[in-house]
């Protein structure tokens, strides 16, 4: 079974405090790891695809990596806007499309 | 720039009662998801669907669950007796070439069963 773990579950942060979320996974056959940032009473709102050990992708403050364990979303010089849960999920070999979440990363960023 | 939306936002409904959950998914995708999120928990999957059948759903997606593509634009989600652990936000998604392709969300309908 597809696990996800994602840590700290609460993070806080100064404005230009940057810091990194953490998920690691358990999957057999990793097909894709997804982020996801998700405000209060919406859908999660897609950040980054990653297929790949070694696998990077950049946008604005935000940059998630990959390898066959784990995968980090770097925060750089966040601004309060940034703050949300952030949400890792993965997929399997085995899934016709099941996208197992983690708990997620709750993220505050002062002013 | 494409989104899928959901309609209602809210539904309140009575123990037993039937809902639907519509939703529009983004025009070109072919691959449709329901997920749920009860308050405070994870994300759930619920169903896969592609080419007018379920391709994979999970062990919450008991006889009182059911999707249908009624035409080329909804994708509903009835329920048909509910349940008071039904109350959850349920979330449409849609991907476009294929199930590995990023899944993107809906605003989700808040379901609350009294």
């Known amino acids: 079974e597809d696990q996800v773990t994602q840590s700290p579950e609460a993070l806080r942060l100064q404005e230009g405090e940057s810091s990194s979320l953490n998920c690691s996974y358990t999957v057999s056959g990793l097909r894709g790891l997804f982020w996801y940032r998700q405000d209060p009473g919406k859908g999660p709102e897609f950040l980054f695809t990653?297929?790949?050990a070694g696998e990077e992708k950049e946008k604005e403050r935000l940059k998630a990596t990959l390898t066959k364990k784990e995968s980090f979303l770097h925060i750089t010089a966040p601004k309060p806007e940034d703050s949300a849960t952030y949400l890792c999920a993965v997929q399997g070999a085995t899934n016709a499309g099941k996208s197992t979440f983690g708990d997620g990363t709750t993220l505050t960023v002062k002013p | 720039e494409p989104e899928v939306t959901q309609t209602p936002s809210h539904q309140v409904t009575q123990m037993g009662q039937e809902v639907i959950l519509r939703c529009v998914p983004i025009?070109?995708?072919?691959?449709f998801y329901w997920y749920r999120q009860i308050l405070g928990q994870k994300v759930e999957f619920l169903v896969s669907?592609?080419?007018?059948?379920?391709?994979?759903k999970s062990e919450i997606f008991d006889d009182q669950f059911s999707v249908e593509r009624p035409d080329g634009s909804n994708f509903t989600l009835k329920i048909r007796s509910t349940k008071l652990e039904d109350s959850a936000m349920y979330f449409c998604?849609?991907?476009?070439?294929?199930?590995?392709?990023?899944?993107?969300f809906g605003p989700g309908t808040r379901l609350t069963v009294l």
């Open positions: 998604a849609s991907s476009g070439t294929g199930f590995t392709d990023t899944q993107y």
């Open positions: 669907f592609y080419n007018n059948e379920i391709s994979e």
């Open positions: 025009s070109n995708h072919l691959y």
């Open positions: 990653l297929y790949s």
